[in-house]
């Protein structure tokens, strides 16, 4: 029986020089191959910071605490509740808007749906790797003075209009093993306004204004002065040196997810009950997922028959987060019909760099197989 695991990490013989380099420096910790990728990242978005840390929620957090946002955050339910939880505990108020069925990301109708006098961003959750209705969001944005934080997890590398996800305003990555490109856990925050990344580097180290690796440099350094309390959520050299490997190859690791994509599309277009997300004409995918919807009473079903024969399918996002019992008080600023039926009839197939596209036909012959979908 075939063994085809949902994903993989692209880890080759770079990615184990780059660690066993660093391992031998002696500077494990938080130093220049975060610098490096710092500066690699940030061009390949064309912003002008990137602040790496230990993951996407670190990112989401002192987002919004940098930001200083107290008040509602319109968010979709439709997401990992790693984005609610960020939210919950920065001490702002999340407020559940609605999603488009065939792009599965937040619908600018439903957001303008659930404005209130006290809504202060919109967290954009770029799902599977294709960015929401960028153009649209930007017009909310602007007409109610809010700002945007960009939760681009599943999202490096797509774009509209050739301007990337996670570059428009406050933009918050993950390098956990299923994205775009892994450090095995990380995160990474964007932003044009130097102020907000000084801030966020502060939080990021204790509230102290210097790395040890920049105090190293400096004339005192053994001097720690903490200017507020802060965290400790960076990136060890060691990670930030996998990550800079990772991102030489970027544009070519994507190319592979594209590559499957298009596979998949081509195989899987003769059938009708199935649906796999809808790119809108000017948008790049980056494919971090590949999801289709199928009628939602074969769903469970087709899992269990997908795994029973090696492939390791599964579903993001069932329950949604507001059907979680621990996130049922949340405020739904609109109705949360489409995130329901979505949620109820997703599965997400296998996709990542190392996958062949003899693999993406077998699952594809499956999927023909099943009886409920012809
Ligand atoms: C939409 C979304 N937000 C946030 C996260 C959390 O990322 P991390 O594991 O790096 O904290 C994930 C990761 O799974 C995600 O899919």
Redesign the pocket.
């Known amino acids: 029986m075939k063994n085809i695991p949902l994903c993989k990490p692209a880890i080759d013989e770079e990615e184990i020089a780059a660690a066993v380099e660093v391992l031998k420096s002696g500077w494990i910790a938080h130093g220049q191959k975060n610098h490096e990728f710092e500066n690699q990242f940030s061009r390949f978005l064309a912003v002008n910071h990137a602040v790496s840390m230990n993951?996407?929620?670190?990112?989401?957090y002192l987002a919004i605490k940098a930001l200083n946002i107290k008040g509602e955050i319109i968010v979709p339910s439709f997401?990992?509740v790693?984005?609610v939880n960020?939210i919950i505990l920065a001490g702002a108020k999340p407020v559940f808007a609605d999603i488009e069925e065939n792009t599965r990301n937040i619908s600018p109708e439903r957001i303008v749906e659930a404005v209130t006098d006290s809504t202060e961003a919109i967290m954009v959750?770029h799902?599977a790797g294709l960015p929401a209705d960028m153009p649209a969001i930007i017009r909310i944005a602007k007409k109610y003075h809010l700002r945007i934080i960009e939760?681009s997890?599943?999202c490096l590398g797509g774009s509209y209009n050739g301007v990337k996800a996670g570059s428009y305003d406050t933009g918050?990555f993950?390098?956990?093993p299923?994205?775009n490109i892994t450090t095995g856990?990380?995160?990474i925050l964007t932003t044009n306004e130097e102020q907000i990344a000084a801030r966020v580097r502060i939080m990021c180290a204790h509230g102290i204004d210097s790395t040890t690796y920049r105090r190293e440099k400096e004339k005192q350094p053994w001097l720690r002065i903490a200017s507020q309390y802060g965290y400790n959520f960076r990136m060890s050299n060691l990670l930030a040196a996998i990550g800079v490997e990772q991102m030489k190859k970027i544009d070519k690791l994507n190319a592979q997810r594209q590559e499957l994509a298009d596979r998949y599309l081509a195989n899987l277009s003769h059938i009708p009950s199935v649906q796999p997300q809808f790119v809108p004409e000017d948008f790049v995918n980056s494919w971090q997922m590949f999801t289709i919807l199928v009628p939602h009473h074969f769903r469970d079903e087709l899992l269990v028959y997908l795994r029973s024969r090696g492939v390791g399918a599964s579903v993001?996002f069932d329950p949604p987060v507001h059907e979680q019992k621990l996130y049922q008080n949340i405020k739904q600023g609109s109705t949360l019909e489409v995130t329901r039926k979505v949620s109820k009839s997703i599965i997400t197939l296998p996709i990542f760099p190392g996958l062949t596209l003899g693999e993406t036909d077998y699952v594809c012959e499956l999927i023909d197989q099943f009886k409920g979908l012809g």
């Open positions: 993951s996407c929620t670190s990112a989401l997401t990992f790693a984005s960020a959750v799902y939760d997890a599943e918050c993950s390098f956990f299923t994205k856990e990380g995160g993001h």
